[in-house]
């Protein structure tokens, strides 16, 4: 025994672990986003924070910087109820449960045996021993252990791939929260959207409604023609025929929040029905610098993690290379008389040490580390991949949200203009110092100026959710109420 503990005792402390060491990548990033202040800092690269150990609930500030109190409602009940989170958070807690029973390789196997047998032997297996002679019987208990000696870092590499699986699902469930949430509010904006949008075509369809009726007024005096009449109706028709179209995007809308909140999708039909203004939208938001964002967005670092584990998988395979070495033991009892059992005569014991080495199939073993190499080649791609879509991503948000903002100024000053326009024209035509035919075309142009501007006040809304996504953790600093004022 002496010799074997010295040789297990000079393994151990000359252990290691195989295959490369993971190095996070480093990727050269700008240090600014186009159109934004540069920063103090000098250029950073793009390295993605450790992700914690457990799932981290998107940042609050997001919604609540919209000011609603019911769409901060809704976003708490998605991330209580949101059926694709629960699934998300199975996969986290699975991949957590497998990170355990990996551990469990580190520590040495025990089991507990034990067995009772009573055998006759026949007369022809014992001739001239008596019938009862022939009768023997046996007790055996025992308690073994085996212990893979890890001297080359097969099971240690498999603990660290298995915790950057699980940090790379940690992740996976907060892109989904960001996702998620991200997704409830432009729904919910979209529905405000619509019903601003309801409301102007159901004003406009009202004045329609009024200009055919001073025009039918008119050709029963003799005034107007048929051919104005007709005219007249046709355009106020084509108005009425927005109305249900709007109200069923509106039911669209509706339906798609309460699913996404975990309901049927009839569940919120009376609650969100019920008209309200859209929210005031930041008039600007701060991105920070793009390391920033790339240290935010969990599908970097999930990205980041996922190569890290097919790092790890490469030294799994190279320890195949070298032998596999068990240390094995076995303590026990045997007996043919229970009563004997756990005597001093009756024990038994065993300690072993087992090698396993596949020298002989060294073809299989090399082609499984190729492929491991071939993972780990392709998940730094896709980690770079993913490092160049999330600049892209925040960079076409920031945009639209800039430029959208500007729009809504042009909008505004039409849908003022043409209304002011369309009074106007009806006016004149009253006093019979204009034709219906401007009086129509005014009005044509007063319903397109504010569906457009209605429209226009959504998807900027709905921009500002999508630069939230592309942040991947809300807004970087409190926006203070004077920024808060919307589109005026």
């Known amino acids: 025994m002496r010799p074997l503990i010295t040789v297990l005792a000079a393994a151990l402390l000359t252990a290691c672990a195989v295959g490369p060491e993971h190095v996070r990548p480093s990727m050269a990033v700008p240090q600014t986003f186009e159109g934004t202040a540069a920063p103090d800092a000098t250029a950073a690269t793009a390295n993605p924070a450790t992700a914690t150990a457990a799932p981290v609930v998107a940042d609050t500030a997001f919604w609540q910087a919209f000011g609603d109190p019911q769409l901060n409602a809704l976003v708490d009940d998605t991330l209580l109820a949101n059926h694709d989170l629960r699934i998300a958070l199975s996969r986290y807690d699975r991949a957590n449960a497998l990170l355990r029973g990996t551990r469990f390789d580190q520590l040495p196997t025990i089991n507990a045996s034990g067995t009772a047998s009573s055998n ?64 409830v509010a432009t729904a919910y904006l979209d529905l405000r959207g619509l019903q601003e949008r309801l409301r102007v075509a159901t004003e406009n369809a009202g004045n329609q409604q009024h200009t055919l009726a001073l025009v039918d007024a008119r050709r029963n005096a003799g005034q107007d023609s048929d051919f104005d009449s007709a005219r007249a109706s046709a355009q106020a028709a084509s108005t009425a025929a927005r109305i249900p179209m709007l109200e069923a995007e509106i039911a669209v809308a509706t339906h798609r929040i309460a699913v996404l909140t975990g309901r049927t999708p009839d569940a ?9 203004a859209l929210p005031a939208v930041p008039r600007a938001i701060d991105p920070g610098t793009p390391a920033d964002v790339l240290r935010l967005r969990p599908d970097v670092s999930a990205a980041e993690h996922r190569l890290h584990s097919a790092t790890a998988r490469v030294g799994v395979a190279t320890a195949d290379l070298f032998p596999r070495l068990t240390l094995g033991g076995l303590i026990g009892s045997q007996a043919g008389d229970i009563d004997a059992l756990f005597g001093r005569d009756s024990e038994t014991r065993l300690v072993a040490l087992g090698i396993d080495w596949s020298f002989l199939d060294i073809g299989r073993v090399r082609a499984r580390i190729a492929a491991a190499d071939a993972d780990a080649s392709m998940e730094l791609a896709r980690y770079q991949q993913t490092v160049l879509r999330a600049l892209e991503d925040t960079g076409n948000a920031l945009v639209r949200f800039d430029r959208a903002h500007d729009a809504d100024v042009e909008l505004e ?37 504010e569906d457009a501007f209605a429209s226009g006040r959504t ?24 920024e808060m004022a919307g589109v005026r």
């Open 268 to 276: 919120l039909r009376a609650q969100l029905t019920v008209a309200r």
């Open 120 to 183: 006759r032997a026949s007369a022809d297996q014992a001739p001239g021993v008596p019938r009862d002679a022939r009768d023997t019987d046996s007790f055996d208990v025992g308690i073994g252990a085996s212990w893979e000696l890890d001297l080359f870092g097969r099971v240690r590499r498999s603990v660290e791939a298995g915790r950057a699986d699980v940090a790379a699902s940690a992740d996976d469930l907060r892109a989904l929260q960001v996702a998620i949430v991200g997704e």
């Open 413 to 449: 000053r039409a849908a003022r203009d043409s209304a002011r326009a369309a009074q106007l024209a009806r006016l004149r035509f009253d006093a019979g110092g204009t034709s219906l035919l401007e009086v129509l075309d005014a009005e044509r142009t007063q319903l397109q100026a």
């Open 459 to 482: 998807r900027t809304a709905t921009d500002a959710v999508a630069l939230y996504r592309a942040l991947a953790g809300g807004w970087p600093q409190t926006l203070p109420a004077r």
